[in-house]
């Protein structure tokens, strides 16, 4: 069963950057693909950006060219970075794994969650 390790986040001023990294031992060798999620306060949850086993990356338009996502396959390790950062970035980040095929097992798993609070 996998299960992911999450750290980063925080406070930051708007403008700034800041990184989540979710490490999943086993994400590499089993070629899952992972993707980010956000959910600000009182609001739903809502796609960010994916990463395939290909290195493939997709992103939302409400963070496409501020945010990127980066690999550290030996280390089965995926990370988000926001750039120049805004206020409606603020929210609980979460990255979820899951398999990159039809009918793949074994790479689901939700990342526990990172805060990022921006302020103006």
């Known amino acids: 069963r996998m299960e992911i390790m999450q750290s980063g986040g925080g406070s930051v001023q708007a403008g700034g950057s800041v990184s989540v990294s979710c490490r999943a031992p086993?994400?590499?060798?089993?070629?899952?693909?992972m993707d980010w999620y956000r959910q600000a306060p009182g609001k739903e949850r809502e796609w960010v950006a994916s990463?395939?086993?290909?290195?493939?990356?997709r992103y939302a338009d409400s963070v496409k060219g501020r945010f990127t996502v980066s690999a550290d396959r030996g280390k089965d390790t995926i990370v988000l970075r926001g750039s120049s950062v805004e206020p409606e970035d603020t929210a609980m980040y979460y990255c979820?794994?899951?398999?990159?095929?039809?009918?793949?097992?074994?790479?689901?798993?939700w990342g526990p969650g990172s805060r990022v609070t921006v302020s103006s």
């Open positions: 990463y395939d086993p290909a290195g493939v990356t």
């Open positions: 979820k794994t899951r398999g990159a095929g039809p009918g793949q097992v074994g790479c689901d798993a």
């Open positions: 086993g994400f590499t060798i089993q070629a899952c693909a």
